[in-house]
């Protein structure tokens, strides 16, 4: 079967887990037990990811939330880790989203100049050259926030829906800072609590801003590759470590959580 023949077959296979009314679903009805029925409302839940983990780990466990999300009509603002380009993030979820969906509800805020000819991407590259503070600086950050405001308004829709944000810190870290990251993200948390929207924080070993991040967190996971495969261990809530593994009986990407031995 061709990618384009999957993509239109694909997208209509999966069906949303219901949301209650205080709680996002996981789109794991495993998970979501464990997690005491998903993520609240309001919430920010922080993935320690450690050196095991390459990216088909994260697409494995994220790929059902996020298309729970679009498939609830709300949308995504995402930066990505390093290793993932905005183009292979779309490209893995096309098959069950559909173009239009895609492109419509979701944007992906880029740093580097990558992919930016996209209608999902938002190019917030910095000006080479330019003096901080400068008239120059000042017009260049006040297109930034219109392109953000943009990509907003886009996400949420025209009823203004909900929209789950994923942050990779390691990006923020290397372009603000450890201090200016972890307090440009407490500005950016208030309003995601306010605003009743799911923040998924990616972080990795090393990172300065680490302990004030946790801080801000609401549910604290680890992320482990092993010899079994990806495993998922909860900190907060408390739970053992069990295994991320594709549903046998419904097929990617619908996903079984198994307790380890």
């Given at each position: 079967m061709s990618r384009h023949a999957a993509a239109n077959n694909g997208h209509a296979r999966w069906k949303p887990v219901p949301d209650s009314d205080d709680r996002f679903s996981t789109g794991i009805p495993d998970f979501d037990r464990l997690l005491g029925g998903g993520f609240g409302r309001g919430s920010m839940a922080l993935f320690h990811t450690d050196p095991t983990i390459e990216l088909a780990d994260r697409e494995l466990l994220f790929t059902p939330l996020l298309l729970n999300f679009l498939h609830h009509s709300n949308g995504i603002m995402a930066v990505l880790p390093s290793r993932e380009s905005p183009r292979t993030f779309r490209a893995h979820l096309l098959p069950w989203v559909g173009r239009r969906r895609f492109d419509g509800r979701v944007r992906v805020i880029d740093y580097v100049g990558e992919d930016t000819d996209a209608p999902y991407v938002v190019d917030l590259r910095l000006k080479a050259g330019v003096e901080p503070s400068s008239k120059a600086w000042v017009a260049h950050r006040a297109k930034q926030m219109?392109?953000?405001?943009?990509?907003?308004?886009?996400?949420?829709?025209?009823?203004?829906?909900?929209?789950?944000?994923?942050?990779?810190?390691?990006?923020?870290?290397?372009?603000?800072?450890?201090?200016?990251?972890?307090?440009?993200?407490?500005?950016?948390?208030?309003?995601?609590?306010?605003?009743?929207?799911?923040?998924?924080?990616?972080?990795?070993?090393?990172?300065?801003?680490?302990?004030?991040?946790?801080?801000?967190a609401d549910v604290e996971l680890a992320l482990h590759h092993d010899e079994l495969g990806l495993t998922v261990r909860g900190l907060r809530p408390v739970f053992p470590s069990h295994l991320v593994t594709v549903d046998l009986a419904r097929g990617a990407p619908h996903i079984a959580f198994v307790p380890t031995p």
């Open positions: 219109e392109k953000m405001q943009a990509a907003e308004s886009a996400v949420r829709g025209a009823r203004s829906r909900m929209f789950v944000e994923l942050v990779a810190f390691e990006i923020m870290e290397m372009l603000m800072g450890a201090e200016n990251a972890a307090r440009m993200f407490f500005r950016g948390i208030k309003a995601t609590r306010a605003r009743g929207n799911l923040c998924l924080g990616i972080l990795r070993p090393g990172l300065g801003c680490a302990e004030a991040v946790r801080g801000m």
